[in-house]
C-alpha cells in the first residue's frame, strides 16, 4: 500500500490538516472584503512572529525573493557590504549582491562552523577603505545545520559600524529559534513559508527598521516588484500591490494561528527539545554530528556523517524505499558526505522517534557498523519532563 511520505527535510516541512484543508479551497477573489479580512489578522500576525512594530511585508515568491528585495530596495550599486559566510546560504546573500553591482567583502569559515562575535569584530576592526553599508548574516544555515548568535553579531556590528544596515537571513530560524526583531536592532530579516510556517513554498516575508525604509527611500533604483514603497501602501490597506498567492495566504492565515495558539516560548522550545533528541538518538547510534557543539546547531534541523563505508545515498534510498520517509542530502561541497534530518514545523516527538527507528533499522539491512537498540532510549532520556513535543 502506498502511503503519503513523511518529509523529514530542512523545508518544504510537513503540513498540518487544518492548514491542508484550508489550502484545497475552491478560491477567493484578492479584491474580495473577505480576502480583506484574513489579511486583517494575517499582518499583524506576521508582526507577532517577527516581533516587529513595522509591517512585514508579504511577498508571492520564495525566500530568495526577500533576500533579493533586501538588497534591491536599500542598496544602490558599488556600495560596500560585508557578507559571513559559513555555507550555501549565506553564500547566496553575497551572489545576489554582486549581481546587483554591489560590491561584497566576505567574511567566510569552513562549513560547520558558526561565526562568532570575536571573529566580526576583528573583521571589521581591521578593516580599511570604503565604509561598509551593512552586514549580511543568516541566523541557521540549513546547508550545514549550524546557528550562528545572531542576536551577539547584530550588536557588534551596531556598536562598531552604527549606520551599516544588518540584514539576517531568518528562513529556517523563524519560529524555531529565539527570535525579536525590533529588541534586536536588526534592520531586514527575511523568511519563507515553507519552513516553520508549515506551508508548501510560495510566500516569502519581510520584516525592516524606520533605518531600512531611509535606505529604501535614498535608493537610486529600488525595482518593481519587490519595491517596499508598493507593498507598505498596500499593506495599510489590508490588501497587496499584485495578485498574491491567495490559497497561501488562506493557509498563512490558519498556520499564524497555530503558531500563536502555541504561542513563541513552546514553539522555541518544541524545537530545541526536537534537536535534543534527534541528536542525542543520532549519538547512541555511533553517528558523528556535523555540528558537534550544541549551542552551534540549528533547532530546526541537524546534519550527520554517515557511518565507514556507507553511502549517503543508500540510507536515504533505504529510508524512503522502505519507510517512506525523506531526510536531505549535503549540498554542494557536502553533497554525498552528510545527511540532514529536518525538525521543523509541524513536527513532534513522534516524527523524530519514527526517524530514528527507521534510520535504525534502515542501517541494520545496510550492514552499518552502527549500536544497535540505543538510539530510541537515548532520544527518549533527551526529552524534557515538561512534554512540549507530545502529539497534538
Ligand atoms: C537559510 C535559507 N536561506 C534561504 C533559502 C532560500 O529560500 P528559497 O529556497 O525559499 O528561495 C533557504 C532554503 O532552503 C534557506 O534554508
Redesign the pocket.
Known sequence: MKKTDLLMI??PTPLPDAVRLVLSSPGIGHRSADFKEILKRVFPALRWIFQCKNEVFLYTA????A?EAAIVNTLNAGDLVLVLVNGV?SQ?WADIAKTLGVEVECLTVEPGQAITPEQLRAKITAHKGAPIKSVMM?H???STSVLSPLKELAAVSRELLPEALIIA?T??SLGAAPFQFDAWDLDIAVS?S?KGFMLP?GL?FLAYSDRAWKAHKACKNPGFYFNFSKYLKAQVEFTTPYTPGTNLITGLDVALSLMQEEGLDNLTARHRQLQEMTRAGLSAMGLELFVPKFEEASPSVTAFLPPKGITVDAVRGELKKTYGIVIADGQKELKGRIMRIGHLGAVSEREVLTVLSSLEASMIKLGAPIQVGKAIPAAIASASKEKVGAHA
Not at 62 to 65: L, P
Open positions: 530542512p523545508g520564495s525566500g530568495t525573493g533576500m546560504f547566496r543568516t541557521s544555515e540549513t537571513d528562513v529556517t519563507g515553507q513554498p516569502s
